[in-house]
C-alpha cells in the first residue's frame, strides 16, 4: 500500500492549485514521460537544470527556456525523497496552468515526466499543440540516460 500511495502527494498539490486558482475553467492535459537507467538523482538534476528549475523554491517566479516551449510561473511545492522529487508550478506561461514536473525511481533506473494541465477557453487547442513537441523533447533529452 506505501509503494501506491506515494504517487500521490503531486497530484494532490496539482488539485489544490486547481482548486484555488482554477476552478470551473474549461481545460486540457497531457502527460509524458521518459524512462532511463540513470539514478534518479542524476535525472532529476539533467530535468531541472534543463528547464531552469534547479534549486526552485516555493514562492519563486521561474521561467525555463524558449524550447521546446517556455515555462514560466509561481513555484507552489518542491518535494524530494529516496522514492520521488518534484516541482508544482504554477504557469503564466505558455497558458495559464499547472505543471507537475518530477522523477521517480524503481531498481536502478528513473523515470522524468511532466504532466501539463493548462486552462482558459484555447486550452485543448494549447495542450494538442505543446503534447507532441514536450514528447520529443523528453525522448531526446534523455536518449543518451538509458
Given at each position: ?21 482554477f476552478a ?45 516551449e517556455r ?76
Open positions: 500500500m506505501e509503494g501506491f500511495e506515494s504517487g500521490w502527494p503531486g497530484f494532490f498539490e496539482v488539485l489544490r492549485v486547481y482548486l484555488s486558482h470551473g475553467e474549461k481545460a486540457a492535459s497531457f502527460s509524458v514521460m521518459a524512462n532511463t537507467q540513470a539514478g534518479q538523482l542524476s535525472t532529476w538534476r539533467r530535468l531541472t537544470e534543463t528547464l531552469g528549475l534547479a534549486g526552485a523554491n516555493v514562492g519563486e517566479e521561474r521561467s525555463g527556456p524558449q524550447q521546446p515555462l514560466s510561473g509561481m513555484v507552489e511545492r518542491v518535494r524530494q525523497d529516496d522514492k520521488q522529487r518534484f516541482v508544482v508550478l504554477r504557469l503564466n506561461a505558455p497558458a495559464p496552468g499547472i505543471a507537475l514536473i518530477g522523477t521517480y525511481g524503481t531498481d536502478g533506473s528513473a523515470n522524468a515526466s511532466m504532466a501539463l494541465y493548462l486552462y482558459g477557453d484555447d486550452a485543448e487547442q494549447r495542450a494538442a499543440e505543446g503534447e507532441p513537441k514536450w514528447r520529443n523533447w523528453f525522448g531526446e533529452t534523455f536518449k543518451h540516460s538509458r
